[in-house]
């Protein structure tokens, strides 16, 4: 994709019938709601408690702020879920976000237009319930779109197979030249600017093990993120960019074998 290219039609960008993809998240940031207090949390989830009756407790999600200005403790964030707990609406008093996770290996994989339609509904929702309950005006500040991908490999695969999946990270086999061994753990996190001041595209490999058999996990992250117009006038462009991004900057960084085996169809 060319520098310039922010939007894609969706039926150009890449596409796969088995995507690593276990999680999806669309999220806004706005100027914290003062009157938003904990009695508002359960007034919200009234709303919602026949499609979301799961509900649990979160330590908040803090933006950088000067220590000083910290005069009170920040309230906590509380999560909304689906009964399966595939999709999943997180909210704090500066914080919105939809959520769409993979619960189990048979869970098909639900597409971005989907997980979006869901976002701006429950979003909307949130956006009446605030003007309903006169809690003030949302300025929004930031956006952010966040795939999760899940590699799985036999144990003690990783970060030697990385190598299979990704050229952006290569990591040299232990031979007899050299004196280290090969790693046995890895992490990174690469930033890439998306031009013309549409945000960052940030790329995080993390290195795991699954609990339930113990194979090797590579996790990587593709979060885009951008400084938001405070009337949320640019959001729905900007979703469309940051999808584009992410898709077409995961197909970048991964190797033909790896797209193969997730059975790429464009």
């Not at 929004?140 to 197979?161: H, L």
């Amino acid at each position: 994709m060319a520098s310039g290219g922010f939007l894609a039609n969706v039926r150009d960008l890449p596409e796969y019938k088995k995507p690593p993809v276990v999680e999806v998240a669309i999220g806004v940031h706005f100027k914290p709601l003062n009157k938003f207090t904990t009695a508002y949390f359960g007034s919200f989830w009234s709303l919602h408690k026949k499609a979301y009756p799961k509900v649990e407790d979160q330590p908040p999600i803090l933006e950088l702020v000067q220590p000083e200005l910290v005069t009170l403790p920040p309230l906590r964030r509380v999560w909304f879920q689906e009964p399966d707990g595939g999709y999943l609406i997180q909210l704090q008093s500066d914080l919105f976000i939809l959520n769409w996770r993979k619960v189990s290996e048979d869970s098909a994989y639900v597409r971005f237009a989907e997980i979006k339609k869901r976002f701006y509904e429950a979003w909307a929702s949130f956006k009446d319930f605030v003007k309903a309950e006169n809690l003030g005006a949302i300025e929004t500040t930031r956006y952010e779109v966040t795939y999760v991908n899940q590699i799985a490999e036999a144990p003690n695969s990783f970060p030697a197979a990385l190598a299979r999946y990704s050229h952006l990270i290569t990591l040299r086999e232990s031979n007899s030249d050299y004196f280290l061994p090969e790693p046995s753990a890895v992490s990174a996190d690469i930033q890439f600017k998306i031009p013309d001041g549409r945000g960052t595209l940030r790329v995080v490999f993390k290195h795991g093990t699954r609990p339930n058999d113990g194979g090797d996990v590579m996790q990587v992250d593709l979060a885009a993120t951008m400084g938001a117009k405070p009337d949320e006038s640019d959001l729905d462009e900007w979703l469309e960019v940051a999808h584009t991004w992410i898709v077409q900057g995961f197909t970048d960084l991964t190797s033909r074998e790896a797209q193969a085996r997730w059975e790429r169809i464009r």
